[in-house]
């Protein structure tokens, strides 16, 4: 049982540097074997940051309501939740009409 030891006293500070680089190579050759290759292509636009910062302030309110249920929070989450969806409704329909302005019936 004593032979299994895993501390080594006579490591030397240059063995150890080693030892890290082989482990910070491992650990680089383990997130490229893990990522893709290439980003994802989305067609989609991406929201914009007004909308999207609303959408942040909502999911942190719905998770401070989790943990307190105040009726506050609640009613904020609520308010928000509607305010987010009419300016989403909005913007998709912005994004639709522009996709189709350019579009000739005739074609």
Partial sequence: MEDLTLFDPELHEMAIDTCVENFHGAVLKALAASTPKCPRDDPRPPIPGGIQDKINLKNRLRRR????RGPALI????RLQRYMTSQLNEWKNDQWTATQEPLDPED
Avoid: K, P, R, S
Avoid at 65 to 68: A, E, K, L, V
Avoid at 75 to 78: F, G, I, L, N
């Fill in 65 to 68: 309501w989790q943990i307190t």
């Fill in 75 to 78: 009613a904020e989450v609520y």
